[in-house]
């Protein structure tokens, strides 16, 4: 098992509620769409690997933890027509809602409020998702996606505390154990994906071995995006991680 990281602020929803509740007070104020993690340069890495990848812009694309919908945004621009995201802030959903109400898209896109590791969020009987006053793409987020994109969610998932798992999770281990989020975003990826669908992983905490390593189990590769290298010490390396990881067969 890879090492897991310390628990911190950045992996609990709590300190997302903030940052979001921030960036929707300064979109009412003044307009600021909030900050694009990562870059704008590594958003387009992203966006061409999508556009040179992807023939069929109908297929169903998920972006996990979407924040304020920026990279949606631009794949609707590219004409993809079935896209949805999904954060557990209720304000980041509804950043991007009101941003995409603001500028206007080509086509629908559905912003969700989604606890990625709650599995009864996943099907949609979660009392939040229930509860959601907006309408909603689909009740369930099980087995529809042919494409996910994640570009920092599961650096900040890393983040989190081990997770309770009736049953321990695997089959075999001992009763009310713990899991860690990492592990457990694996599973609910898989879950969400259509077979044979593919998830592009962005992390700037996590090395391309360290991640297949991560995912294997549920994942295989199928390929990478390349991003700026430098050299240190005598060993080269990049802050950026991208790969692409297809899901296995059941």
Not at 87 to 96: P, W
Not at 120 to 147: I, W
Not at 216 to 224: D, I, L, Q, S
């Amino acid at each position: 098992m890879d090492t897991e990281l310390n628990p911190s602020k950045l992996g609990t929803k709590a300190h997302w509620d903030h940052v979001y509740e921030v960036e929707v007070d300064n979109f009412d104020d003044h307009g600021d769409k909030g900050e694009v993690w990562f870059g704008e340069d590594s958003v387009e890495k992203i966006v061409d690997w999508v556009v040179d990848t992807w023939d069929d812009k109908t297929s169903p694309v998920v972006d996990l933890g979407c924040g304020n919908g920026h990279l949606l945004f631009e794949l609707d621009n590219l004409g993809f027509t079935d896209l949805v995201g999904v954060d557990y802030s209720e304000k980041a959903v509804e950043l991007a809602r009101r941003i995409a109400e603001d500028q206007g898209t080509q086509h629908p896109v559905a912003f969700e409020r989604l606890d990625l590791l709650d599995p009864a969020d996943l099907r949609g009987m979660g009392e939040r998702a229930l509860a959601d006053a907006e309408p909603r793409r689909r009740q369930s987020h099980v087995g529809v996606y042919a494409l996910a994109l994640d570009k920092g969610t599961f650096d900040a998932i890393s983040l989190g505390v081990p997770v309770a798992v009736p049953g321990g999770g695997d089959a075999g281990s001992a009763p009310a154990a713990t899991m860690s989020p990492a592990d457990l975003y694996v599973d609910a990826v898989a879950e969400m994906l259509a077979p044979g669908g593919t998830l592009l992983l962005t992390s700037c905490n996590w090395t391309e071995p360290e991640i297949l390593r991560r995912f294997e189990r549920r994942f295989e590769f199928a390929g990478r995006v390349k991003h700026p290298v430098f050299t240190f010490g005598g060993v080269t390396g990049q802050t950026i991680t991208t790969v692409a990881l297809k899901k296995r067969a059941a």
